[in-house]
């Protein structure tokens, strides 16, 4: 099909059960339906502007509603703009103003942020019938049982604008044509193995492109039955699995490690799942999980920006990302020259013996297939040089053309004048026993140059023994030498964005410097760490005054 529109129009008379929310559920022509019902609201009431297409704010978690304004905005030929719920209330209403919204739907815990700070746009609140006001249901009244909309959205009209998780900065709203979407949506019921028969698991937030692309699309394009929950749960989702029959789920971040901190239950090993599509799982967890739930875990490598896709086959190595796909031209080049990097080496260990190796990922030819940002040209000419686009990514290529992520291009660390990619450490510290998860980051010195530092958040059951940890990284044959992490914090739980991923910004703010936390540090150049007390925090700050370098300290924990 064609256009996404095309695709979420094909499901009107289809009786199907098409999604369970709790202890309700909608077939899929009730779900085309409300979809049309808003629509007809949004067309009827909301003038479209003169230079551009109605955008439409959606602030919520994963409740119904956002499925049928995904429907609503797609046959309508809105534009569907998800904003993040996870971020703090002025940074949502920045957003807000910045995407242009024309209308915003939302629940009552964010309306008075949207009411002191966002845009002049009416507010829909779809949860306030529970407080006696139904000013919403009598909006969309008149509206029941609307036909499907006589809008044909074209292929290069826009669908939605995605923002970027905001791991690296300030999000980016990327575009989302009708066309690319449908197209992508098209090749993914089959690459995913989704059919009617399927059953997907809908707990990544509808706001990120990871649940929209990979799930809600594709399970919509086929008919089958998506099972939603308001926000994924590590201790609700084995059984959910189980009551849902769930054939399929899609996850991003650290979506795996922590289902496998759960204790297992006995009817994990023979689920009705056969594959969980995602990224950025480590290579134990991966395994780990397809083995607890007799699955397959397919790793992917892609983007909002949706410019290049770099897929895993069945012979590609561990850890490897695998190969671009449909034969795109993607090459590491060096971020400075445009050179292209020499392809990796590894020794018996496997650790990357030429770290000048690694460079931004690059889609050669690929620049006129990015669509670009809603009114952000720095952001743009930071992804396009010439006829190349540039995914913001680092990576490396072996000798035999299998591709490898080595974190943002905001992740390199320099350490006694080597440089070296966060990701390359991250992979070592994730082998220590019961680590959920280790982010590795630069923190100043108090004398020059950096340290490295990383948050361990651990199993549950696990404390953190600083003895056993230093022995433990001795022990690793591929650990460099200057990537010995300097500062050891443990943390209950890491931050993370709101698809999912680690959240670093707030860990390398504070680093050291917080009593809320264990922190261990290393002595000297030895496997020994010791912790980080008031009195060596002071001595720390110290030391940073003495060498002029204030300037550098962490601030100050903010109070729990």
Not at 202 to 219: K, Q
Request: aromatic share 8%.
């Amino acid at each position: 099909m064609t256009t996404i529109a095309e695709i979420l129009r094909s499901r009107h008379g289809d009786t199907k059960v098409g999604l369970r929310f709790e202890d309700q559920e909608w077939t899929w022509d009730e779900i085309v339906q409300e979809s049309c019902d808003r629509a007809a609201a949004l067309l009827d009431t909301v003038p479209r502007p003169a230079d551009r297409q109605v955008h439409v704010g959606v602030l919520l978690d994963n409740v119904p509603d956002f499925v049928f304004w995904v429907g609503a905005c797609g046959m309508a030929g809105a534009v569907l703009v998800g904003l993040n719920s996870s971020r703090s209330g002025p940074e949502i209403a920045d957003d807000a103003a910045h995407a242009d919204l024309d209308l915003i739907i939302t629940e009552t815990k964010w309306a008075a942020t949207l009411a002191e700070g966002g845009p002049a746009a009416p507010v829909w609140v779809v949860d306030a019938e529970a407080d006696g006001d139904a000013a919403y249901a009598k909006w969309l009244a008149p509206y029941r049982g609307a036909q499907l909309p006589q809008v044909q959205p074209s292929a290069e009209d826009l669908a939605m604008l995605l923002f970027s998780s905001g791991s690296t900065g300030r999000p980016k709203a990327a575009l989302v044509s009708q066309g690319r979407l449908g197209r992508l949506t098209d090749t993914l019921v089959g690459r995913l193995g989704i059919d009617r028969d399927s059953v997907t698991y809908l707990s990544t937030p509808l706001f990120h492109g990871n649940a929209v692309m990979i799930n809600l699309a594709p399970a919509w394009h086929a008919g089958a039955t998506v099972a939603m929950v308001r926000k994924f749960s590590a201790s609700r989702f084995s059984d959910d699995i189980h009551r849902h029959g769930v054939t399929f789920v899609n996850y991003v971040g650290r979506t795996l490690s922590y289902v496998l901190t759960r204790p297992e239950d006995p009817r994990d090993r023979t689920s009705t799942l056969r594959l969980a599509y995602g990224t950025e799982g480590s290579v134990a967890d991966v395994l780990r999980f397809g083995e607890r739930f007799g699955c397959e875990v397919m790793e992917g490598y892609g983007s909002s920006e949706g410019v290049l896709r770099i897929n895993r086959t069945p012979d590609t190595p561990p850890g490897a990302l695998g190969l671009p796909a449909n034969g795109a031209d993607v090459r590491v080049l060096h971020q400075e020259t445009g050179e292209e990097c020499p392809r990796a080496r590894f020794d018996e260990t496997g650790r990357l013996v030429n770290p000048e190796a690694i460079g931004e990922l690059v889609g050669v030819g690929l620049a006129h297939t990015f669509e670009g940002y809603w009114k952000n040209p720095g952001a743009m000419a930071d992804r396009v040089r010439g006829a190349d686009y540039w995914t913001g990514d680092l990576a490396y290529r072996d000798e035999d053309g299998w591709f490898y992520f080595a974190g943002r291009s905001s992740e390199w660390l320099r350490v006694d004048s080597e440089n070296f990619a966060a990701a390359q450490v991250e992979r070592v510290l994730e082998r220590y026993p019961g680590t959920v998860a280790a982010p590795v980051f630069a923190v100043a010195d108090p004398v020059t140059g950096d340290q490295v530092m990383t948050a361990i958040e651990l199993d549950p059951d696990r404390s953190f023994d600083p003895v056993a940890f230093g022995e433990f990284l001795a022990a690793q044959p591929d650990m460099g030498a200057k990537w010995w992490p300097a500062y050891v914090r443990v943390v209950e739980r890491l931050p993370t964005t709101g698809s999912g991923k680690v959240d670093k910004a707030p860990l390398r703010h504070v680093a050291w410097n917080t009593a809320r936390d264990a922190v261990y540090a290393r002595v000297g150049r030895t496997a020994e760490y010791v912790a980080l007390d008031a009195a060596g925090r002071a001595e720390l700050v110290a030391r940073f005054q003495e060498h002029g370098r204030a300037a550098y300290l962490p601030q100050d924990e903010m109070p729990a």
